[in-house]
T-cell receptor, first 115, second 118 residues
Framework: AQTVTQSQPEMSVQEAETVTLSCTYD???????LFWYKQPPSRQMILVIR??????QNATENRFSVNFQKAAKSFSLKISDSQLGDTAMYFC????????????FGTGTSLTVIP | GAVVSQHPSRVICKSGTSVKIECRSL??????MFWYRQFPKQSLMLMAT?????????EQGVEKDKFLINHASLTLSTLTVTSAHPEDSSFYIC??????????????FGNGTRLTVT
């Protein structure tokens, strides 16, 4: 079974600063996908960024970028120029390729952006 | 973008009654939908995979007779919590992927349903 670990239950960052959330996973698969989801207080799950394991280039989406280290099975999320609206729970997720869509979620990191 | 609508957003019911939660894909078809449960400050736990026109696949430890899932059409899945008890109080979230879709297509989530059983 796949496991996804987020070792930081809570983090905080000053507004406009940069913060990195860590995520590691355990799998014997070679082809898979990784995602970061954000869950603000509204509880709506929002996709932040995704990464294909076969791509070496790290994904970026505006202020959000990842550091994907396949050999180390690490998938950290960097948020630049943090904004108050970034305050949320962040979940790392893993999906095997071609398996019928099952996602495995990490335990989450609660991020607070301090004004 | 893809929209998944979940209803109701909140429900309070008495112990012993049943509650139905609906999950609709508004602008795409979904032969497969997923039901998650989330306890406060915890991660999402997959309860079951809902399959259009066939039986749902339940995760280990999830009582299929308690959490009835029906996926009668390509855009609607329902979760019925039967004979609810206070320990069933939780946040329930449905999700789906656009089909057909690229293999890296993400899950799209409903807004969730907060169930409180008194």
């Amino acid at each position: 079974a796949q496991t996804v670990t987020q070792s930081q239950p809570e983090m905080s960052v000053q507004e406009a600063e940069t913060v990195t959330l860590s995520c590691t996973y355990d799998t014997s698969e070679n082809n898979y996908y990784l995602f970061w989801y954000k869950q603000p207080p509204s509880r709506q799950m929002i996709l932040v960024i995704r990464q294909e394991a076969y791509k070496q280039q790290n994904a970026t989406e505006n202020r959000f970028s990842v550091n994907f280290q396949k050999a180390a099975k690490s998938f950290s999320l960097k948020i630049s120029d943090s904004q108050l609206g970034d305050t949320a729970m962040y979940f790392c997720a893993f999906m095997k390729h071609g398996t019928g869509n099952q996602f495995y979620f990490g335990t989450g990191t609660s991020l607070t952006v301090i004004p | 973008g893809a929209v998944v609508s979940q209803h109701p957003s909140r429900v309070i019911c008495k112990s012993g009654t049943s509650v139905k939660i609906e999950c609709r894909s508004l602008d795409f078809q979904a032969t497969t939908m997923f039901w998650y449960r989330q306890f406060p400050k915890q991660s999402l736990m997959l309860m079951a995979t809902s399959n259009e026109g066939s039986k749902a696949t339940y995760e280990q430890g999830v009582e299929k007779d308690k959490f009835l899932i029906n996926h009668a059409s390509l855009t609607l899945s329902t979760l019925t919590v039967t004979s609810a008890h206070p320990e069933d109080s939780s946040f329930y979230i449905c999700s789906a992927r656009i089909e057909p879709s690229p293999s890296n297509s993400p899950l799209h989530f409903g807004n969730g349903t907060r169930l409180t059983v008194t």
